[in-house]
């Protein structure tokens, strides 16, 4: 595989520009998003959904992406991403996978919910209060 490199620019919050240059994997992954964004047909995305690890110095940090969009162009693409990983796991049909993974993330929601939903004391209180 080329070891290219990749230039990139980046704008700090005052708009003054911090050009970087970036080699291995990191140019890979700048070169895709670059391939992606720079496609005319692409240049009025409906939604971008992304996570990402990294290894840096033997140790991997997760950083948790992001996802901005069309509401509904959103959760089609979280849909097809659902289902494309249900497609790779093994030993288990479809429809099994893809449930297992709702029926977690319902959990998740559920436990953010409890949590929200605490006063300072810890009682948990009524929706709507």
Known sequence: MENKSSRV???DEQGEPVPMEFEGASARFFNVVRDCFCDPENKDLKAIA???SFIHDGEQELF???MWGDGETLVRLIANLVVG???NVSGQPMGVSVA???GYALKL???IERE???SKGGIILPKGV
């Open 9 to 11: 620019i980046f704008f």
């Open 50 to 52: 992304f996570n990402a």
């Open 64 to 66: 948790s992406g992001g």
């Open 85 to 87: 990983y249900a497609v």
């Open 100 to 102: 297992d993974i709702n």
């Open 109 to 111: 929601v559920h436990g």
């Open 116 to 118: 929200a939903a605490k």
